[in-house]
């Protein structure tokens, strides 16, 4: 026998034969190939944001996510839209308790009351004026944008136009109710040769409808729960027409928690708090009117907020000249009870908020030399937008010592709102000018904030 190394030993034969066999084996081809680990797989889908639980096969059972798209006849402004959300958010929070939906918060864009001119007015996000951290706090929302993103496309599967009914309700008969009904009025929507419905979609051209019906609706916005749950399995579902609908509870908790959501841009309450500083030498620390960022942890006393030394005015003119004639004041006779209200609280400066023409602005500023307006520049202009300028104007006026607005007016009713989130006095908010020839000049009624 050969000498064996140092450290080597020579295999027994038996083990050795083993060995030999198991090389052999392993230079065979494979019977069939193993599909990989579950891990190393694609996902089935490409994951989306809003989707990616319900993609992933751990996840099959949660629900997907539904959409809730609306919009409002066109001829209505930027602050009674801002009284239709609070409406569809009610139904949004009935949709909620039996389903996954998320509110699409329809783009900004073409109102009457935005009349710049050069400066495209269409396709605006809700972040431009409102911060959407605040309103998801309250429900889910999203952008039309990211709808867009998430769905797969700038399809939306049923359209429901909601109109009254034809035959029109009875005296002292009312009862909430909701049916599918032909459609009374000539509808907003055409098809196109791939029998697509086509129609505004708030500038957003590519925008199709796959399903266009109208429902014969009286009642408040939670009655159309039913419906979408269990009449329509469509993803993407959208009210047009949302108006039509009434609030659930006006007033109530759930108004209120939505309307405190309604937080303004943050970059928009900046000019407004810098315009007061400087021009109406008014802070919150002076002021009482401390605001926090989360409107969860803001309550407020009623009558703890002071407000800056200044009147607050919304003078509201153009179409309510003719539309109210009754009610709305001259401007000589608005600046005769502007003139008694400064002397009354003792107040030097006053801040006014118009629609006025410009013939009419010069006229105020001879009969009211006090006056500051907020004057945008061009490029302020064309940065915060005609709604922009609302909101800064109301943001002004909320915070003024004492308010005066114009009857009925929903610009004047959202600063009524605003003032009582902040703890105003109502005597100090709850004000409105009186037309010349009116007899029962009415107050406004006080809404009192419940949280």
């Known amino acids: 026998m050969a000498a064996q190394g140092p450290g080597r030993r020579l295999l027994p034969p038996p083990l050795l034969l083993l060995l030999l066999g198991l090389a052999a084996l392993a230079l065979l081809p494979p019977v069939a190939a193993q599909p990989p680990p579950v891990a190393a797989q694609p996902p089935p889908v490409a994951l989306r944001a809003g989707h990616a639980a319900s993609s992933l096969p751990a996840a099959a059972a949660a629900p997907r996510t539904r959409y809730l798209l609306y919009d409002v006849n066109p001829p209505e402004g930027f602050n009674l839209r801002r009284d239709v959300y609070i409406r569809i958010a009610s139904l949004l929070k009935t949709l909620l308790k039996s389903d996954n939906w998320v509110l699409v918060l329809p783009p900004w864009g073409r109102l009457y009351h935005w009349q710049s001119p050069d400066i495209p007015q269409v396709r605006i996000p809700w972040s431009e004026f409102f911060d959407l951290p605040s309103l998801n706090r309250n429900i889910p929302v999203i952008e039309y944008e990211q709808f867009l993103a998430e769905s797969g496309g700038p399809f939306i599967e049923q359209i429901y136009v909601l109109q009254g009914y034809a035959e029109g309700w009875k005296e002292g008969t009312w ?42 609706v009286q009642g408040s916005a939670s ?25 659930d509870h006006y007033g109530g908790k759930d108004y209120w928690n939505t309307r405190r959501s309604m937080v303004f841009a943050k970059h928009l309450r900046v000019v407004g708090d ?11 620390e002076a002021d009482r009117t401390h605001y926090k960022e989360d409107w969860t942890q803001m309550k407020v006393k009623m009558g703890t907020a002071l407000g800056g030394p200044y009147l607050g005015v919304h003078l509201r003119r153009k179409d309510f000249i003719w539309g109210h004639r009754e009610d709305v004041p001259s401007l000589q006779g608005a600046v005769k009870k502007i003139r008694s209200l400064l002397e009354m609280h003792k107040l030097e400066k006053v801040f006014v908020a118009t629609d006025a023409v410009e013939e009419e602005i010069e006229l105020l500023k001879k009969l009211l030399p006090e006056m500051v307006r907020f004057e945008p520049s061009w490029e302020e202009l064309e940065l915060y937008k005609d709604g922009g300028l609302a909101v800064i104007d109301q943001w002004i006026c909320a915070h003024a010592r004492y308010f005066i607005g114009t009857s009925v007016s929903t610009f004047s009713f959202r600063i009524h709102e605003e003032r009582e989130i902040l703890g105003f006095d109502p005597k100090t908010t709850y004000n409105r000018f009186c037309g010349e020839r009116e007899k029962n000049c009415e107050q406004p009624t006080h809404w009192k904030i419940v949280y």
């Open 175 to 216: 009862e909430e109710k909701i049916d599918e009904r032909p459609c009374i009025d000539q509808l907003m929507y055409s098809k196109d040769k791939h029998e697509y419905y086509r129609g505004w979609f708030w500038g957003y051209e590519e925008t199709r409808g796959l399903n266009v019906s109208c429902l014969s």
């Open 223 to 247: 009655i159309v729960a039913p419906v979408l749950l269990k009449n329509t399995s469509a993803q993407s579902v959208m009210l047009d027409r949302a108006e039509n609908l009434l609030h």
């Open 274 to 284: 810098e315009f007061r500083n400087k021009y109406l030498q008014s802070t919150d």
